[in-house]
């Protein structure tokens, strides 16, 4: 597998230091596989639960809008 085929890394998330105040820290890996699909996992972690849940509902309605084929119009 080449370097181009993988990429990983680190995110911080912040709402700049608003009312809410919440931080989470995103670990990413992501891999394209010979047959051009893309697989890997996020992790995100924070100190309350809230953004973590909110962020990971975010990404998997993201990924099944993806998934699923173009509707006919």
Same mark, same amino acid.
């Given at each position: 597998?080449?370097?181009?085929?993988?990429?990983?890394?680190?995110?911080?998330?912040?709402?700049?230091?608003?009312?809410?105040?919440?931080?989470?820290?995103?670990?990413?890996?992501?891999?394209?596989?010979?047959?051009?699909?893309?697989?890997?996992?996020?992790?995100?972690?924070?100190?309350? /639960?809230?953004?973590?849940?909110?962020?990971?509902?975010?990404?998997?309605?993201? /990924?099944?809008?993806?998934? /699923?084929?173009? /509707?006919?119009?």
């Amino acid at each position: 597998m080449s370097g181009a085929d993988r990429i990983v890394g680190n995110g911080w998330l912040g709402n700049g230091g608003g009312c809410i105040g919440e931080d989470a820290l995103a670990n990413v890996c992501l891999e394209k596989a010979p047959n051009k699909k893309v697989t890997g996992h996020i992790r995100i972690r924070s100190k309350t /639960q809230g953004i973590a849940l909110s962020l990971g509902d975010k990404i998997t309605v993201s /990924q099944k809008a993806e998934a /699923q084929p173009a /509707q006919a119009a």
